[in-house]
């Protein structure tokens, strides 16, 4: 159980596009969904929070106009970049949490490459 | 402030056994997940303590001191498939995974 899928796998697209990656959780309901964004070598950056049927918070530096998070039902989350660039390429991953309160786990998706060219 | 502290690299080989040793500082304490991160892969639960003391599962084990701010996990009988990143990701009383860098483990034959 607790498996938590992505989609597209890996996308690439051309400077000024925009680009929508979904995260789905299968056999659960995920009350909150997590996005991050990995660059090679580094440590995983939370991008946003996303609760179901509100909006997402986004840590401190993310543009939220350039990275709409919607989080529309309690089994997807998508997270689009819009007027995409090559320094948006990057490994975005999602994570679900199915349970309210603190310390639960996050169940990750495969994640998705996104290469802007 | 938020700080992880873990070895960058490790190096081990196959059939041992290796300890990740971890200190943490946090703003509150809501448990402490150890995750695997493959290259070029999402990361894999490993474990989660909440409370002082050792949790087994298998090959893996994980300890926890809170008063010390200190985790490791232990990996046994090594094999070359446990080379990968090692994430030692507490919790503060956001909620939020903290993620570091990491330890990166390399298995030798």
């Known amino acids: 159980g607790a498996v938590v899928s992505q989609h597209p796998s890996w996308v690439i697209c051309k400077s000024g596009t925009s680009v929508k990656i979904e995260c789905r959780s299968l056999?659960?309901?995920?009350?909150?969904m997590f996005w991050y964004r990995q660059f090679p070598k580094q440590s995983l950056m939370l991008m946003a929070t996303?609760?179901?049927?509100?909006?997402?918070?986004?840590e401190q530096g993310v543009e939220k106009d350039k990275f709409l998070i919607n989080h529309a039902s309690l089994t997807l989350s998508t997270l689009t970049v819009t007027s995409a660039h090559p320094e948006d390429s990057s490994f975005y991953i999602c994570?679900?949490?199915?349970?309210?309160?603190?310390?639960?786990?996050?169940?990750f998706g495969p994640g998705t490459r996104l290469t802007v060219t | 402030g938020q700080n992880i502290d873990q070895p960058t690299e490790m190096t081990a080989t196959e059939g041992a056994i290796v300890q990740i040793n971890c200190t943490y500082q946090?703003?509150?304490?809501?448990?402490l997940f150890w995750y695997q991160q493959h290259a070029g892969e999402a990361p894999t639960f490993l474990s989660y303590?909440?409370?002082?003391g050792l949790e087994e599962k298998g090959r893996f084990s994980s300890f926890l001191s809170r008063s010390k701010g200190y985790s490791y996990l232990l990996l046994k009988e090594l094999q070359m498939k446990d080379s990968a990143s090692y994430l030692c990701?507490?919790?503060?009383?956001?909620?939020?995974?903290?993620f570091g860098q990491g330890t990166t483990l390399q298995v030798k034959p």
């Open positions: 056999d659960f309901q995920a009350t909150t």
């Open positions: 303590n909440v409370l002082d």
């Open positions: 990701t507490p919790v503060g009383n956001t909620g939020k995974l903290i």
């Open positions: 996303s609760n179901e049927g509100s909006k997402a918070t986004y």
């Open positions: 994570s679900a949490d199915g349970l309210a309160g603190v310390g639960n786990e996050q169940y």
């Open positions: 946090t703003s509150g304490f809501n448990g």
